[in-house]
């Protein structure tokens, strides 16, 4: 089928001369920035809000357990692209944003609610929270995954709580952790795509916008997938390296820097379980 398609794509009507100076022009550059800088921002937040919400569902409270179950449930189960959507549009329900002081005239902020949530926040709000229900059920799954009889091992030495987590529990979940959450950014990546919609400008929205004027539009689609490649391969080679830290026995394995990048982009062992969940 590659070959079929590439054997085809060489005789299609395709300006391939056209493709690197479209690769390397500003208005794509600048795109990739923002798509990198949006990936990387609404990730570490969800992973930050998963943590959060996964230690909430294991806790002996219940309001708290109930709580959690609802937030995973509500943003796990609405589709990425009408949450980014619904953010975007909370202007046309909540005109202005304003925060005050019960019982007082005092306002100690106000805000018109389509300056506050801009395009940008929009989808970083939208890719953000419906990747922390992800997060909060993989952080879960690594934190059970770590024996009881450790936690209470460690206390019985007199670790305090807060030190059981971090020395004891944390280092062997993050080897099941990581796998997931790497793939998930990855996902988070071409998934900036989905901010396109309401005119953020990523690489998506900046090819359409360039192939709008030169009317390259395979050219510009092309250079669009060039770059996502690229973006998505880098990813893969840190969670490569990122896998072997937190696990002693990967970490031990001969092989130079140049074999264990190549490695890395050979196996994608958690994309190809899970494939794209969006």
Known sequence: MLVALGVGASKGDIE?????????????????????????????GAILLGIFIAL?????NPVARVFSWLYVWIFRGLPTLL???????????????????????????????????????????????????YMAEI????????????????????????????R???????????????????????GTSQASVIGFAELIHASNSLSSYTLLIMETLIAAAFWYMVIVSIANVGQYFLERKYNPAKAEESGGLIDKIIDSLKTP?????????K
């Open 83 to 133: 949450q980014i959507m619904l953010w975007y549009n909370m202007a046309l329900v909540f005109p202005r944003v304003t925060i005050g002081i019960p019982f007082t005239n005092i306002i100690l902020f106000d805000q018109s609610t389509n300056k506050l949530i801009s395009a940008f926040v929009a989808a970083l709000l939208g890719l953000g929270l419906n990747e922390s229900a």
């Open 56 to 60: 909430m569902r294991i806790s002996k």
């Open 16 to 44: 391939y001369s056209s493709i690197p100076g479209i690769i390397v022009d500003p208005v794509i550059l600048s795109a990739v920035v923002r798509t990198i800088v949006l990936a990387i921002i609404a990730q570490g």
């Open 269 to 277: 062992p958690a994309l190809l379980r899970k494939g794209n969940r």
């Open 168 to 190: 004891v529990v944390l280092p062997q979940a993050m080897r099941v952790i990581i796998p997931p959450t790497g793939n998930d950014f990855i996902n988070m990546l071409k």
């Open 139 to 166: 952080v879960r799954a690594g934190l059970q995954s770590v024996d009881k009889g450790q936690r209470e091992a460690a206390a019985s030495l007199g670790m305090k709580p807060g030190k059981v987590m971090s």
